[in-house]
């Protein structure tokens, strides 16, 4: 069993700043890369960050010079640091976990990904 959970959204005005959090758990072997998405009702759910075993990450070019993603290995957990977020920010963020587990059938992989949290930033 694993579980992905997030953390840290909330309300702040445009220019200000938030820090989601993201912990894995359960029976992992091993996390291979770890992201951000974020997803507005009605619409297809987007790339906002992710960040590799090793460190590598990538950027949607909407959030490229203002959010920081990084990752605590021996903590399985990432986080996602958005500076001068703007309304167009303002969305339901998802964490996604690519990771190997500990299965019946041995060690398999698989795609987890949290409930999402809640970003707005008003005007």
């Known amino acids: 069993q694993v579980q992905v959970v997030e953390s840290g959204g909330g309300l702040v005005q445009a220019g200000g700043s938030l820090r989601l959090s993201c912990a894995a758990s359960?029976?992992?072997?091993?996390?291979?890369?770890m992201g951000w998405y974020r997803q507005a009702p009605g619409k297809q759910r987007d790339l906002v960050a992710t960040?590799?075993?090793?460190?590598?990450?990538n950027y949607a070019d909407s959030v490229k010079g203002r959010f920081t993603i990084s990752r605590d290995n021996a903590k399985k957990t990432v986080y996602l640091q958005m500076n001068s977020l703007k309304p167009e920010d303002t969305d339901v963020y998802y964490c996604n976990a690519d990771l190997m587990y500990y299965s019946s059938g041995g060690i398999r992989k698989g795609d987890y990904w949290g409930q999402g949290t809640q970003v707005t930033v008003s005007s």
């Open positions: 960040i590799t075993s090793g460190g590598s990450t």
């Open positions: 359960g029976s992992i072997f091993s996390i291979n890369a």
